[in-house]
């Protein structure tokens, strides 16, 4: 698997000098594997795991940076192409004359950018707006690192490094990796868009790419243009990605937005190197291998299905990688070496997914366009009109709808997450919800002000501000690279730019995605619009494991911090029948973090350099 570390430090000074020196003497002698990208000037990248094609180091020209990663260039009326390994002067003048914006706008990809500007004696570190690749950040001696994931410097002897509690209450209440802080104090992430700038020993951090500006210029009104636009960009994204890989996986759920990845693929060579598969229960949940058939067959491809395990064991748990931060691992627990065993297989090197549909396409809240539209157009005969649709997705009275809008309209009344953590969540203390939303500290910093965005799209964004994950907790250096190529830069862009009452036009929701890609999708996919879901198999894990997973959550440590009601948990595990009604992502959520938590603190990281 792909992973890099950076150092950059200020060369006048002669501690921070030494400091990094040590560290780039310590790495190399316990990484012989890795390749040195650029040496000097106060810079040093290097990278390991390297996938020609795929994951792989740009250099910039004259020695002046590195970009870490997947990078497309996007010519404005073209086809995206891999950018040149090496960077021209050319190309390499026009992203430091425009100090890294140039990437931004005129590129996009998986990418951390590690910049150098010898005239002006900055360096750059940017991560791509989507987020694909992490770029966590520790600061030791007058030497900032930057690098993939934790597991990478671990051999430096940096920290210890103490859980940060505030950030595991915002992870709980739905806010986690909305900020640079992760659950370790010291240890922080550049979030996607941002570029931080080092000068001398001063760090200063700018956003090159701003969800709610993008949402508020030039917005497309016209169904017809939204969808051929959105049908170009996707196509685009898809097949880009797709020219990466020799081989390819792809979960086939029969839902929509992975019938739109395999709709992209299937009238091109890519198609020849595709595997799709599904996985379905067997419970009561819906099964919907006929969809997933369905969408395989439209363009000729087998479909592999195997029958999801709910007799899974959750103890593997208990071994997850010291990250960063927990993460919901059940996922990983069912289809890492799953997926990866299918890959090796059927060489295949990457495994592709429809991740980001939901949100990019607007699957929920059609409550939200009457007031977006009020806001933006006015009191007008359409209100009606988006206000019915909206009433139809979401099956509540249009009155209810109007009502909202107008309430919005006059009290200016914009959408928090609060009272919807506080319904769903409930087994989170009350107290806690109040010092979490009772502060900006774990906020993403562009979405802390809503400078006038109407609830929709507020909503839309703060959807579009936690990246895929690239890494798996439970993955292999040889597994198949994970890919979400929906969720790819320009297609985010323009499904900022098309209105909420545009994106669930008619009552449909992902109306627009429906209808760009009408002709290629079999008309029981397109005109889908109950969503599958494996409620019921997940349960059914619960209730197999109920030993493990009370003896882990009623004695837990969120239990002991007073993040959680610990009486509330015990009714909700006892299998009783009872009014309160968790969510089954908030027990999950509760048993990664109290398995990060024990992983992390036998994990023995101590101070050592």
Excluded at 219 to 225: A, C, G, K, M, T
Excluded at 357 to 371: C, H, I, S
Excluded at 388 to 399: E, G, H, I
Excluded at 561 to 568: I, L, N, Q, S, T
Aim: charged fraction near 25%; hydrophobic fraction near 40%.
């Amino acid at each position: 698997m792909f992973s890099y570390l950076a150092l950059v430090w200020h060369v006048e000074d002669p501690a921070s000098r030494e400091t990094a020196r040590r560290l780039i003497e310590r790495h190399d002698a316990q990484t012989p594997d890795w390749r040195t990208v650029v040496r000097g000037n106060g810079l040093y990248v290097g990278c390991t795991g390297i996938r020609p094609g795929a994951s792989e180091p740009y250099t910039l020209h004259g020695g002046a940076g590195a970009i870490l990663g997947t990078l497309f260039e996007r010519p404005s009326n073209d086809q995206s192409a891999a950018a040149p390994r090496i960077l021209d002067a050319a190309r390499t003048d026009a992203i430091l004359r425009t100090r890294g914006r140039d990437l931004v706008e005129r590129y996009w990809g998986r990418y951390v950018a590690f910049l150098h500007d010898g005239p002006e004696a900055t360096s750059r570190i940017l991560r791509d707006p989507s987020g694909g690749l992490p770029c966590l950040s520790v600061r030791f001696g007058g030497v900032r690192l930057f690098f993939s994931a934790m597991h990478v410097i671990q051999h430096l002897g940096l920290g210890p490094f103490d859980v940060d509690w505030g950030y595991l209450a915002a992870s709980v209440c739905l806010m986690r990796g909305h900020t640079s802080a992760t659950a370790l104090r010291g240890v922080s992430h550049v979030l996607g868009g941002e570029c931080v700038t080092l000068r001398e020993n001063r760090a200063t951090s700018t956003f090159y790419w701003d969800a709610l500006q993008i949402a508020a210029s030039n917005p497309i009104e016209d169904p017809v243009d939204a969808a051929r636009q959105l049908r170009d960009r996707v196509m685009d994204s898809v097949r880009a990605w797709a020219s990466c890989y020799d081989g390819i996986l792809l979960s086939l759920s029969g839902g929509l937005d992975s019938s739109i990845v395999y709709a992209a693929l299937r009238d091109t060579p890519a198609k020849e190197r595709l595997t799709c598969f599904h996985y379905y229960p067997t419970g009561s949940d819906m099964d919907e291998r006929h969809f997933a058939r369905d969408v395989a067959r439209s363009g000729g491809s087998a479909l592999l299905e195997r029958p999801r395990d709910s007799a899974l064991s959750l103890e593997p748990l208990l071994g997850v990688e010291a990250s960063h931060e927990p993460a919901n691992y059940l996922y990983y627990l069912e289809h890492s070496r799953l997926d990866a065993e299918l890959a090796a297989e059927r060489g295949a090197s990457a495994a592709f997914i429809g991740w980001g549909g939901d949100q990019l396409f607007y699957q929920e809240r059609a409550a939200f366009a009457a007031g977006d539209y009020l806001q933006r157009r006015g009191l007008r005969p359409r209100l009606f009109r988006v206000a019915l649709a909206a009433a139809q997705m979401d099956r509540v009275s249009v009155w209810q709808v109007l009502r909202a809008a107008f309430v919005q309209q006059r009290l200016q009344y914009r959408w928090s997450l609060r009272a919807e953590v506080a319904k769903y969540r409930p087994l989170i203390r009350p107290e806690v919800l109040d010092e979490v939303y009772g502060s900006d500290l774990y906020v993403h910093p562009l979405l802390s002000d809503a400078r006038g965005t109407a609830s929709g799209k507020l909503w839309h964004a703060f959807q579009l501000s936690t990246p895929w994950e690239f890494y798996d907790p439970l993955g292999r250096p040889d597994d198949p690279e994970r890919v979400a190529p929906l969720y790819s830069q320009q297609v985010i862009e323009l499904c900022l730019r098309i209105p909420v009452d545009v994106l669930t036009q008619g009552g449909w929701d992902r109306a627009i995605a429906r209808r760009a890609f009408h002709r290629e999708l079999p008309r029981g996919v397109a005109n889908r619009r109950e969503k599958g879901g494996i409620e019921w198999h997940v349960r059914g894990i619960l209730e197999h494991n109920a030993a493990f997973v009370r003896e882990l959550l009623l004695d837990g440590e969120l239990v002991r911090a007073g993040v959680v009601d610990r009486p509330k948990l015990a009714t909700a595990l006892s299998g009783k029948a009872s009014p309160l009604r968790p969510s089954i992502g908030e027990l999950l959520d509760f048993l990664g973090i109290e398995a990060w938590l024990r992983r992390w603190r036998n994990q023995g990281w101590r101070a050592a350099a």
